[in-house]
């Protein structure tokens, strides 16, 4: 689950992270409002307004802006909120449709005296092949830090920290040392860090990304933008992060999917995809894709799934215009293949005039009732027993 930064920033200052302050507004009076009361609070002369969507490199899109005056404020305000903002980072990217900003975040101005600010990049997440938590870091922060990454490697650096142990002292003087931080902002950035990972691990988060990581004038270390990402399955341990879900920045169908039951992940091929588990969904994919298609999505009905949750699976898949086929693929192990197969024929029924293509694969517990059932339908529904049968009949269907 993703966060917005706003979001981010107030979880993070939880921990005593410092960050850069800001009120978030979804008018323009709403920003004015915000804007003089941080003047108040902070003494910001100039301020920052920033589109808040889920979607980095907002800047190149034309999403961040800096207000120097109330006319400034005013302005950008009113450009920004509402717009179709398109980022390397949005569907599509540059040449696709973007993301419309509700809200923008009004935030002070940490640039003071910019010639000597700094800015740095800093992340945490987790390397599954080492089964470590890595903090990546670089001292070249800002929107370019993919090209950093690509053409100069040698300037990101990493620390991995055993998740038993926690982050050493020695680990973040490491840090410190390959960021050529000194005297005050050497200390102020020991402590960031130390606050940074304890919110990375009692948060439960899959990424922590702050980019920029700053440096300013008078030594202070900020957090002056937070991307970070929630892992989905801890949040029942978070219920207060999981209200903080903004769904109008989700896919409507993985919205709806998920009051279902159903893990759903919207995909850009033309062949659906209906499987239990994680596992054999991910070797359905790949065989369609060996066959000459392309997933249309990833769908994981569970392993108690009955005929009501099979209806609404088969129903989100076949909104896609662009499935030209669908692949059921069930290993029968706790979820009955029979169930499936009622679930089948009873959305097929219940939904009328189905045109796309319809290939079962069902093994496992009562896959020979499973198999009957679809058999003796009337339904133009083609059943197989092995996967490549069944693929060999996707990429049939298809051609």
């Not at 808040?52 to 005056?69: P, S």
């Not at 600010?117 to 070249?140: A, G, P, Q, W």
């Not at 801890?234 to 009051?259: I, N, S, W, Y």
């Amino acid at each position: 689950m993703n966060l917005h930064e706003y979001q981010g920033k107030e979880m993070l200052a939880s921990y005593g992270v410092t960050i850069q302050r800001g009120k978030l507004a979804h008018t323009v009076e709403e920003a004015v409002a915000g804007y003089e009361q941080l003047k108040a609070e902070t003494g910001t002369q100039f301020c920052v307004v920033k589109a808040q969507i889920h979607a980095g490199g907002r800047g190149k899109g034309g999403g961040v802006k800096l207000a120097k005056n109330m006319d400034d404020l005013k302005q950008h305000a009113g450009n920004i909120l509402g717009m179709m903002l398109k980022t390397p980072q949005t569907p599509g990217g540059m040449e696709g449709e973007g993301k419309l900003v509700r809200k923008v975040l009004i935030a002070e101005d940490c640039y003071a005296d910019f010639d000597k600010c700094k800015e740095y990049y800093v992340s945490i997440l987790m390397d599954r092949e080492k089964k470590r938590n890595v903090i990546i870091y670089s001292t070249e922060g800002g929107m370019n830090i993919e090209e950093v990454a690509e053409q100069t490697p040698h300037l990101v650096h990493k620390e991995y920290i055993d998740p038993h142990v926690g982050l050493r002292d020695f680990q973040k003087r490491n840090i410190a040392f390959n960021l050529a931080l000194s005297g005050n902002a050497y200390k102020e950035f020991l402590k960031f860090i130390g606050n940074l990972y304890k919110a990375f691990i009692g948060s439960d988060a899959s990424l922590f990304e702050i980019n920029p990581c700053l440096k300013t004038a008078d030594d202070r270390i900020i957090a002056v933008d937070s991307k970070v990402t929630l892992d989905e399955n801890a949040l029942f341990r978070h219920p207060d992060l999981e209200a903080l879900r903004d769904t109008d920045e989700e896919d409507p169908t993985e919205v709806e999917a998920k009051g279902y039951g159903l893990n759903y992940v919207n995909l850009d091929g033309n062949v659906g995809c209906m499987v239990n588990g994680a596992g054999l969904a991910m070797a359905t994919m790949d065989i369609i894709k060996l066959s000459g298609g392309s997933p249309a999505n990833f769908l994981d009905v569970g392993g108690t799934a009955d005929a009501a949750r099979v209806e609404q699976a088969f129903r989100l898949i076949l909104r896609d215009s662009n499935v030209k086929a669908i692949l059921i693929n069930i290993f029968g192990g706790i979820v009955r293949c029979d169930r499936v197969a009622q679930g089948v024929v009873d959305a097929y029924r219940n939904m009328g005039n189905v045109t796309v293509p319809i290939i079962v694969r069902l093994q496992g517990t009562n896959a020979d009732i499973a198999k009957e059932l679809i058999d003796n339908s009337g339904l133009e529904v083609h059943s197989a027993i092995q996967l490549q049968e069944a693929a060999d009949l996707v990429k049939k269907m298809i051609s």
